[in-house]
Structure formats: C-alpha cells, structure tokens
C-alpha cells in the first residue's frame, strides 16, 4: 500500500509540484526525508554547518560518502597503549568559533608542539638524508612581520570571494615575483610547508598566498599560538558530533541525483539501508567543487563554466 502510494506520489510530482506530494508520501513512508537543509560531505565544513545549523533550530540532514565523518582528519589508535596520534588534521586557530565548537562537544583543547621529539630531513625523490644545516636559513620573524604589512592593506579580502575593483595589481602576480619585490625570501620555505596544497606554491597567483595565510595564522607561527586536542584525537571531534546528529547523518551513502526547483531540492541517495529520497529547502555542498565530483548535480551552463575552472593539487 504505501509503496503504490509512493509511486503514485511520485508521478504527482511533474503534476503538483514537489512540496504537496512528497509530504504526503513522507507521511507513509520512511525511506523519504523531509529536511530544512541536505548536506553533501561530513569533513570540517558539512559537520561544522550541520552542527551549527542545527544549533540555530534547523533540521539537517548530512551525506557523507566515508564510513565515519572527518574528511581530512586521520586519527590512528595503537592497539597496545590505546594512545592516539593525529596523521592528517592537526591544528586549530585559537579563535572564538574554534573554541566554541570544541566547548559545545566537552572536548578539551591545548597548546600544540609542531615539533614534539627529534627533526629529520630527507629529500622525499631519493631516500636522502638532508642535514638541517642545508635548508634555507634567514630571519624568519622580520619576514613575516614585513608579510603582515603587506597583508594589513588588504582588510576585507577574507570575507567570501568578494575583491576590491580594480583588482590590485599584487593580487595577480605570482607569490615568487611577490617574495622578491617585498624582500620575503626569508619567509619562503616555511610558508611552503605551511601550505604544501597549493601544488607550485612559487607559481600561483599572491591573492590565493594571501586568502590561505591570514593574520591569525601569522601570528600563530610567531607566537606558537595553535592548537590541538588535548588527547591528540581530533577524530573525537567528529565522533562526538556524529552520535549529536544521530540518524540525521548518512554515512557510507551516495547521492545519485539532485533536482533543483523554486519549490526546493530533491535528492536521491543510496544508503546501506536502501535509497532514500530527501526534500529539502536548501542544498549545501560541503566536497570539492569540481565538475568530475558533481555529476549528481542538475547544473546549468553558468555553473558548468564556473566549476570547470576550479581544480586542486593535493588538498
Ligand atoms: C594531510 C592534511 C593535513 C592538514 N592539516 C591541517 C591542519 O593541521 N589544520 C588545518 O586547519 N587544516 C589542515 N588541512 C586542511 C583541511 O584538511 C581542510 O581545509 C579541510 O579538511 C577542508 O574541509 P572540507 O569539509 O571542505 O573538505 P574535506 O575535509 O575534504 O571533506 C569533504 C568530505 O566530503 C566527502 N565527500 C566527497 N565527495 C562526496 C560525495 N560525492 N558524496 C558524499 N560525500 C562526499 C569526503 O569523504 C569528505 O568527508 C590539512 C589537509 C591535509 C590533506
Ligand atoms: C588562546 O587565546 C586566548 C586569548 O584570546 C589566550 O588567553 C589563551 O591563552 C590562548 N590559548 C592558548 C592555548 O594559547
Ligand atoms: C638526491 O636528490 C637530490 C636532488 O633532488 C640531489 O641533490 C642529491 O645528490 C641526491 N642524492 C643522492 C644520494 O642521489
Ligand atoms: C557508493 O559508491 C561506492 C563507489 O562507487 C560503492 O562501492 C558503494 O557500494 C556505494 N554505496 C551505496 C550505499 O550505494
Ligand atoms: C586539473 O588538474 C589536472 C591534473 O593536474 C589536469 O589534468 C586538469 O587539466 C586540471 N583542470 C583544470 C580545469 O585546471
């Protein structure tokens, strides 16, 4: 009965339009959702917007492809000591929303040591151990602070992906080209491994240098101000939030198709339980924008042009 129900619903829809029709098959059936707001991927910024929205009296509901949310935190447990140690995710700027979040959880942060027990480099192409001795040496703290100088002129470039018209000619010319006008050779390497997903950091635009290496994290360098989980278990985070959203996240779940219309968002998604059917008010999309991750996604040529320019190296 309510599957008949459920197909007739269906067929209502190109009829009556989503809201009528898939309320009333909601009614009788539990493989559709009925959410104020569906979001793709559970790594930091869909668990954070699924948390918080949920705070503020929203209904969520979260899809996250892995077995567990996360993205890019990596939290191993060794089997004898139960001792953790993070290997993706590590550190946390000591800022409000930062602070907040892991408050609201009872999972207790701390003072973070890069560099807990011996250094050792080695050249990754050939095995090689390098000594320290060879690596670019330089007054890293005048560099950085001349940095800051740079950045101070530019106050409003961290709100979204608004700019000042006319683009200032420093935005478009590469960091390298950037580093030798303002003499920040001595900055160099250490803003390299601070930001290694950026592929050929020398080569990139400074505007995207400058939106990835903000003040707070420039005076983190400088003062050793980040922070990490007290028990080095930033999974923790993750798990905590999880078991809040119950079965509002679905985990190990794909979504195979998205219909976008004023009435709102339709997406289908297969999950370990079988497809569910979801109707939401309002889609976020928390994965990569790339057009190779968003073949679920009803895109229009505007949108289609605009992601096709977006890529990324490593992370
Ligand atoms: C090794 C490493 C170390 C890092 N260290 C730090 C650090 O110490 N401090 C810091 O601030 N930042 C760090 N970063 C950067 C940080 O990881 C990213 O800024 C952050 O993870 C971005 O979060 P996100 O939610 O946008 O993306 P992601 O973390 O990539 O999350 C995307 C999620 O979407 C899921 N997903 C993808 N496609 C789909 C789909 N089709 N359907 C459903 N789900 C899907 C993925 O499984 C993933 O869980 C590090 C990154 C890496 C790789
Ligand atoms: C975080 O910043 C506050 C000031 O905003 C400071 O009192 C606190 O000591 C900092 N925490 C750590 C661990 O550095
Ligand atoms: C390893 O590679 C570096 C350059 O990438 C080179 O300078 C060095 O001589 C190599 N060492 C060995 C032992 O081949
Ligand atoms: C999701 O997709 C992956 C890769 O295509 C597949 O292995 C997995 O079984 C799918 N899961 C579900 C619940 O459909
Ligand atoms: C993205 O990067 C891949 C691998 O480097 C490359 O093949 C592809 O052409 C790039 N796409 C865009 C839009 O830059």
């Not at 493989?31 to 104020?36: A, E, G, S, V």
């Not at 011996?118 to 390098?130: E, H, K």
């Not at 003040?215 to 278990?233: E, K, P, Q, R, Y």
Request: glycine share 8%; charged share 15%; proline share 6%.
């Amino acid at each position: 009965m309510a599957f008949q129900h459920s197909i007739l619903s269906l067929c209502f829809l190109a009829l009556f339009g989503i809201n009528k029709a898939v309320g009333d098959a909601a009614k009788l059936n539990p493989d559709i959702i009925t959410t104020d707001v569906a979001i793709i991927g559970g790594g930091s910024s869909g668990t954070y917007s699924a948390i918080r929205l949920q705070q503020l009296g929203n209904a969520v509901t979260l899809i996250e492809r892995e077995s567990r949310l996360g993205g890019h935190v990596n939290t191993y447990i060794d089997p004898s000591t139960g001792a953790s140690f993070d290997y993706g995710v590590i550190s946390f700027d000591n800022i409000s929303v930062v602070n907040n979040y892991f408050d609201y959880f009872n999972i207790p942060l701390a003072p973070l040591d890069f560099f807990p027990g011996p250094q050792v480099y080695a050249d990754f192409s050939n095995g090689t151990i390098v000594p320290a001795s060879s690596l670019p040496q330089g007054n890293l703290g005048a560099a950085l602070i001349a940095y800051e100088a740079q950045l101070a002129k530019y106050p409003n470039i961290y709100n979204g992906f608004d700019l000042p018209s006319p683009i200032p000619e420093d935005f478009l010319i590469p960091w390298g080209d950037f580093i030798e006008k303002y003499q920040l050779q001595d900055l160099a390497y250490t803003v390299f491994t601070f930001l290694q997903g950026v592929g050929n950091i020398l080569a990139q635009p400074t505007l995207y240098i400058l939106k990835y290496l903000p003040s707070a994290t420039v005076s983190n360098i400088l003062n050793g101000g980040f922070l990490t989980t007290a028990h080095h278990d930033n999974q923790a985070l993750y798990d905590s939030a999880l078991a809040k959203l119950g079965s509002n996240a679905l985990l190990s779940s794909n979504v195979t198709q998205i219909h976008r219309s004023k009435d709102g968002v339709l997406l289908t998604v297969s999950t370990p339980s079988g497809q569910k059917l979801i109707k939401a008010s309002k889609l976020l999309v928390a994965i990569p924008p790339k057009l190779s991750n968003l073949g679920f996604l009803d895109l229009d040529n505007e949108e289609r042009s605009l992601f096709s320019q977006f890529n990324n190296s490593y992370y």
